[in-house]
């Protein structure tokens, strides 16, 4: 049975999640179709990257992967099909591919060619799940488009790192449902730049010298529970993805705060690692 995941900004209260289903479903009945998420920030494209670069690689090869954001088309913004990792997916050529793809080369890129053969207005419903249905009954990616090689960047995906490696100047790509901030630079990259010195993490005017491993790690367990106060210490980790985080402990937007809303952190803000000798 084919996988198709959907990942869209159109929310919950409109028809649209649910006409795509449908859709899906009245070309191939024998499918199994997954929700990723539907809240990603209107138009939010390195939202939508950091959320499908951390939740593909847990479905099974040959999953198809449906990304609708900023999906309209235009001179400047194509559709493309990408098989990757033995995945596919399916998406307009505006950077979302970009994260994936800095990592993984993909193993064949296509810009669809369908739309002169659909009446639409609405190309996830009409183009995207077409494309999708021909993959899932085996059709290969070059009856719907033409092969190219290269998809547009996401501006500022990589962290800047100055001429004699004693700074990172990253940027917050994605801010979680607890409210921690994830910056765009990875455990791996931190790690070669950092060269075993000593560092100093800078947001607005937070500063942070260690990176935990675990986020309970900042609490000291031999202290008697009643008289630790830990909740709303601020700390950072890499997290399960490998990104460096700035969270709050037990973090909770309606009592103790989070990252986002205690240290005024927002998309795109940058952060910065500097580091001694």
């Given at each position: 049975?084919?996988?198709?995941?959907?990942?869209?900004?159109?929310?919950?209260?409109?028809?649209?999640?649910?006409?795509?289903?449908?859709?899906?479903?009245?070309?191939?009945?024998?499918?199994?179709?997954?929700?990723?998420?539907?809240?990603?920030?209107?138009?939010?494209?390195?939202?939508?990257?950091?959320?499908?670069?951390?939740?593909?690689?847990?479905?099974?090869?040959?999953?198809?992967?449906?990304?609708?954001?900023?999906?309209?088309?235009?001179?400047?913004?194509?559709?493309?099909a990408v098989k990757l990792d033995d995945h596919y997916f399916i998406c307009a050529n505006n950077g979302i591919m970009s994260m994936i793809c800095?990592?993984?080369?993909?193993?064949?890129?296509?810009?669809?060619?369908?739309?002169?053969?659909?009446?639409?207005?609405?190309?996830?419903?009409?183009?995207?799940?077409?494309?999708?249905?021909?993959?899932?009954?085996?059709?290969?990616?070059?009856?719907?488009?033409?092969?190219?090689?290269?998809?547009?960047?996401?501006?500022?995906?990589?962290?800047?790192?100055?001429?004699?490696?004693?700074?990172?100047?990253?940027?917050?790509?994605?801010?979680?449902?607890?409210?921690?901030?994830?910056?765009?630079?990875?455990?791996?990259?931190?790690?070669?730049?950092?060269?075993?010195?000593?560092?100093?993490?800078?947001?607005?005017?937070?500063?942070?010298?260690i990176i935990y491993k675990r986020y309970s790690d900042i609490v000291n367990f031999e202290i008697p529970e009643e008289q630790r106060q830990d909740?709303?210490?601020?700390?950072?980790?890499?997290?399960?993805?490998?990104?460096?985080?700035?969270?709050?402990?037990?973090?909770?937007?309606?009592?103790?705060?989070?990252?986002?809303?205690?240290?005024?952190?927002?998309?795109?803000?940058?952060?910065?690692?500097?580091?001694?000798?």
């Open positions: 049975m084919a996988i198709i995941t959907l990942t869209t900004d159109f929310g919950e209260k409109d028809h649209f999640v649910g006409a795509i289903k449908g859709a899906i479903y009245t070309e191939l009945e024998d499918v199994k179709i997954v929700d990723i998420s539907h809240a990603i920030s209107p138009f939010n494209v390195s939202e939508a990257a950091y959320i499908i670069q951390n939740a593909y690689a847990s479905f099974p090869k040959g999953s198809i992967h449906v990304i609708g954001i900023d999906s309209e088309l235009n001179a400047e913004n194509k559709h493309i800095n990592e993984i080369a993909p193993q064949k890129i296509v810009e669809i060619n369908i739309h002169d053969k659909l009446d639409t207005n609405f190309p996830v419903l009409d183009v995207f799940v077409r494309v999708a249905c021909h993959i899932a009954r085996g059709g290969t990616l070059e009856v719907i488009g033409k092969v190219i090689t290269h998809i547009k960047p996401i501006k500022n995906l990589i962290p800047f790192v100055n001429d004699d490696q004693s700074q990172i100047i990253g940027s917050i790509i994605y801010i979680d449902n607890y409210g921690n901030v994830i910056t765009n630079i990875r455990k791996k990259f931190f790690e070669q730049i950092q060269k075993g010195r000593s560092f100093e993490i800078s947001a607005r005017n937070y500063k942070f010298k909740e709303g210490r601020g700390l950072v980790v890499f997290n399960s993805s490998n990104y460096l985080e700035i969270a709050i402990y037990k973090s909770d937007l309606a009592t103790v705060g989070s990252a986002s809303s205690l240290m005024g952190l927002q998309m795109r803000d940058t952060v910065t690692v500097n580091f001694f000798k």
